[in-house]
């Protein structure tokens, strides 16, 4: 039966406590004491109000099993205009049933206030026929292709697009120089300076001589630098389009400042060029020609076999509340497989200094910590939500990030779910700014596998990044091919005690693999800004924890700084106990010392002892829907 079991999510509460909270819950159960689901009728007697969609119904149709409407938009609207989820008439649970097959977005479909499941039930949009069977497509086709010339073709497109795909796998957008492999974002070049003075210039880049050729067409705006900025601060990467380039001088002219100089007193930043027809030369790259809404491509094998697909948004489901006190609540999406999604022209992660956002914040130092509003998206946006839930999901081939939740939020779960080839973040909770209200909090995340993220943004990318947002749980997951992180909590130094709301997050039976491949001072599991002040109140807790290895190119300046468990500037507030930290560059553990953060049993500290791993709970369970496809991701595999 579906029927909603949703409680408020309690403060997470410390492994050593668990046990006599457990008890006492079973000496209410024995004593005849019921735990109320909120609902007005008891789960045998309910039967849901079922739907049904398929890809060749028609929104015409009776919307039952033998004749399904065409689009989920129209069952949205059956349910939202008929009112069979307003609080007078919704007894039961509403579930809508997606046949298997693909559904073509063309826009992103929302959900708001008025969608809401009422009186602790939920309206559920299930894939009928099984987890991943019932497919949103937020591409089309590229169709129409002509012949250019060595190996490449080129096609008309409807907008301008900044990913592409050919037969579910991400193209390389073309660049200088060439990549090693494709699932590699080396090797790069390195910025230099004419003179010591112009150290500190965000609004340029130079290069060694003769790397910018007189026959290269870079001066116009589809042009790019994918650029490291910060010289060996190798932490955020910003795409900026060219402006113009002056080979005599060995300079480009960026249209937007980068987040960081292109210099730093140990080294250059790693950059690269991309998005020039010049640059079109190996089998998976293409190009944009932005005026003439055409892409040229050089498939890996013949065109006529090939499926290349142009994204057709940036966000396939909007779940979005008119306000925070009309949130939208009580959702489920169950087993939906949601692919390709769009990136943008250009990226920079925040701005460039406080105060830049233009508003006033009681910490302005946090427009450097959160996303500008151009990039507030993900392949699943919320915000003024609570109570969401996506179970058993497919996410894969997204522009950026899969799942992104900002701001007001509340007791969001995304659970048994996989996340691969991520452009951005896997799942990304951006609270409020410090001291503003604490809007975010009671997340879940379990169950989940997260492998190949930050393909367009490795910079800080991160499996779950959760920014100053609170009582969530983190646990039974698998990471793996990260160019930077894997999980993340972060605020900001500045923020006090009553103004931070990272607090009481648990952590728990994760293991991560590939760690750190691209960047430098980086960790699996990372936090920075959670409380800077003291007395520092231990209240994010980290146990059960297996790190494989963090190790990065070659090429990343300042190469030896990969650490298994990073606390950074402010880092405060954990205890950590059972983790284990395989192969890395630096410190196994990096952090501060007791009573700002403290560690029990870890294979750093001493008196390790592994017998109180537990390995083959660590990772996704053995109910994992998706665990033929990634069977090293289960606990059983661990070690």
Not at 67 to 96: P, Q, Y
Not at 148 to 156: E, P, T
Not at 612 to 633: H, Q, S, T, W
Request: a negative charge; charged letters at 25%; proline letters at 5%.
């Amino acid at each position: 039966m579906f029927h909603s079991t949703r409680t408020p999510r309690p403060f997470p509460v410390p492994r050593s406590l668990r046990v006599p909270v457990l008890a006492a819950s079973a000496l209410l159960l024995l004593g005849g004491a019921t735990l109320s689901t909120g609902s007005a009728t008891a789960a045998g007697e309910c039967s849901p109000r079922q739907f049904f969609v398929a890809p060749d119904g028609s929104d015409r149709a009776k919307g039952t099993k033998d004749s399904a409407w065409r689009t989920i938009e129209h069952a949205r609207d059956h349910i939202r205009d008929a009112g069979l989820n307003k609080k007078s008439s919704m007894r039961c649970d509403i579930v809508v049933n997606l046949r298997a097959g693909d559904y073509p977005v063309a826009k992103a479909i929302g959900f708001d206030d008025r969608d809401s499941g009422t009186n602790g039930r939920q309206v559920i949009y299930r894939s009928y026929d099984g987890p991943g069977k019932a497919r949103l497509l937020g591409a089309k086709p590229v169709t129409g292709w002509q012949e250019h010339g060595d190996g490449i073709y080129k096609a008309k497109v409807d907008n301008a697009v900044y990913t592409l795909f050919e037969d579910g796998q991400r193209a390389t957008t073309a660049r200088y120089p060439n990549r090693s492999t494709e699932t590699e974002w080396a090797p790069y070049l390195i910025s230099t300076i004419p003179e010591p003075e112009k150290e500190a210039v965000r609004r340029y880049l130079w290069t060694e001589p003769g790397v910018l050729k007189p026959e290269w067409d870079l001066n116009h705006d589809d042009a790019r630098v994918n650029v490291w900025s910060g010289g060996s601060w190798t932490w955020f990467n910003d795409v900026i389009p060219i402006r113009d380039v002056t080979e005599k001088e060995d300079q480009i002219s960026l249209q937007y400042q980068m987040r960081y100089a292109g210099m730093n007193s140990v080294s250059g930043s790693r950059f690269f060029l991309e998005n020039s027809l010049d640059f079109l030369d190996q089998a998976g790259e293409w190009y944009l020609d932005d005026e003439e809404k055409t892409v040229y491509y050089k498939p890996r094998g013949s065109i006529d076999d090939a499926k290349i697909m142009a994204p057709t948004v940036t966000t396939l489901l909007n779940i979005a509340g008119a306000a925070e006190d009309r949130r939208v609540e009580n959702l489920t999406f169950d087993g939906l497989a949601l692919q390709y999604s769009d990136f943008m022209e250009w990226y920079r992660f925040g701005w460039v200094e406080e105060g830049d956002s233009g508003y006033v914040h009681k910490y302005p130092h946090y427009d450097r910590q959160i996303e500008m509003p151009r990039n507030r998206f993900g392949a699943v946006t919320l915000t003024n939500s609570r109570d969401i839930t996506m179970k058993g999901m497919r996410f894969s081939d997204t522009g950026y990030h899969a799942v992104y939740a900002l701001f007001a939020n509340e007791g969001l779960t995304v659970r048994d779910s996989l996340l691969e080839n991520i452009g951005g973040d896997g799942i990304k909770v951006e609270g409020p700014y410090p001291g503003e209200g604490n809007t975010s909090f009671g997340h879940l995340f379990t169950n989940n596998v997260f492998t190949h993220y930050g393909e367009l943004v490795p910079g800080d990318a991160a499996g779950i990044e959760l920014m100053n947002t609170g009582r969530n749980e983190v646990s039974h997951s698998y990471f793996e091919h990260s160019a930077r992180h894997g999980v993340s909590l972060e605020v900001r130094p500045e923020v006090k005690i009553e103004d931070n709301y990272a607090r009481d997050n648990t952590f728990t039976y994760l293991r991560f693999e590939k760690m750190g491949l691209d960047s430098s001072e980086v960790s699996a599991f990372y936090a920075y800004g959670t409380s800077n002040f003291e007395p520092h109140k231990i209240d994010n807790f980290v146990d059960q924890i297996y790190i494989g290895d963090v190790i990065n190119d070659p090429s990343v300046p300042n190469r030896n700084s990969t650490r298994g468990v990073h606390l950074d500037n402010g880092g405060c507030s954990f205890h950590l106990d059972n983790v284990e930290v395989g192969e890395v560059l630096d410190d196994k553990y990096q952090g501060y010392k007791p009573p700002c953060s403290t560690v029990g049993n870890a294979n750093w500290a001493e008196g390790w002892d592994p017998s109180k791993m537990e390995y083959d709970k660590i990772g996704v369970k053995p109910d994992f829907p998706y665990l033929a496809e990634v069977p090293g991701a289960s606990g059983a595999n661990a070690r």
